[in-house]
């Protein structure tokens, strides 16, 4: 049974739930997820998870993001990207100078009031769909983090370009909306802005460079062979390799461990005498615990 991560570069107009769905008939494997949603315009990385490593989706979801994002200012839209409706057009009077001292607001823990066009439930109804039909609700403001927001010199192959557009690049926390960041930049500004285009780079430590095609995973002859171990979704954890096989069957039956040594506490990457990576674990003083186990059972 294939079992572990692949990275789809996702195509636009396709949903993340798309991607997952075709899949589940190139793996011929119900038990498959990703990691992150990518709106449909978007493109980019997109870490899939298949047959038993889905159990580390939530941890991938967790991870830091990195985009390129194309700013369009003087253009408002309801989606706040270039697939809504544009509510207003206002005249741009700003170089380079000007909006780099406008990001500066951006970079750090900033408050993000999500979109209407989001799929956050408030009362039970997913924000898109009170929106679709004509409604606007409040919405809690929430905290993200920007760790890097820079001007890029040029615009990343197969953007869009046209005037009063700007390209960034983005390094952000889960939760973070690229396309608001884009609106509430455009905002400070005085000028309004919204995203024209939307390219994922990295989800923690999975890249564009290790990334396949949907057409490429459909067209292999073992598209198992493209999948990756499932521990690669924790690689900036460090490694702790059980010396016994008693204590490797206490970890399968879900017993904590007395470490003869402490190495340290936090999270390790667990694995067994034979070097077969057994969960997520972690350390605390002596005593070890599997946080999530990855063997099959």
């Keep these: 049974m294939a079992n572990g991560v692949i990275i789809i570069d996702k195509p636009q107009d396709w949903t993340s739930m798309d991607v997952c769905a075709k899949l589940r008939g190139v793996f011929h494997e119900k038990r498959i997820g990703h990691g992150g949603t990518l709106d449909p315009m978007a493109t980019g990385v ?63 823990e900033i408050q993000q009031i999500p979109p209407m066009y989001s799929a956050i439930k408030i009362k039970g109804k997913k924000l898109y769909e009170l929106a679709r039909s004509g409604k606007e609700v409040e919405r809690a403001p929430r905290t993200v983090t920007i760790h890097g927001l820079e001007v890029l010199d040029a615009p990343p192959e197969g953007f869009p370009q046209g005037e009063n557009l700007w390209y960034l690049k983005v390094t952000c926390s889960k939760g973070t909306y690229v396309r608001t960041l884009c609106h509430d930049i455009g905002a400070a500004l005085g ?30 002859d073992d598209p198992a062979a493209l999948l990756m171990p499932v521990d690669t979704c924790f690689a900036g954890r460090p490694m702790l390799v059980l010396k016994s096989l008693q204590a490797e069957k206490k970890i399968r039956n879900g017993v904590a461990l007395n470490l003869p040594t402490a190495p340290g506490d936090g999270e390790y990457r667990l694995y067994g005498v034979d070097g077969s990576f057994l969960a997520l674990s972690r350390v605390e003083g002596r005593k070890l615990t599997a946080i999530k186990s990855f063997f099959e059972v």
């Design 46 to 108: 997109l870490p899939v998870f298949v047959g038993r490593a889905t159990r580390a989706v939530e941890f991938a979801v967790e991870g830091e993001k990195e985009y390129l994002a194309a700013l369009q200012l003087g253009v408002i839209t309801n989606t706040q990207d270039a697939t809504g409706q544009v509510v207003e057009t206002r005249p741009v009077h700003v170089d380079r100078t000007a909006l780099e001292e406008a990001l500066a607001a951006f970079r750090g």
């Design 191 to 220: 000028c309004g802005g919204s995203l024209s285009a939307l390219r994922r780079t990295r989800v923690g430590d999975y890249v564009l460079e290790g990334a396949v095609t949907l057409e490429q995973a459909q067209a292999a």
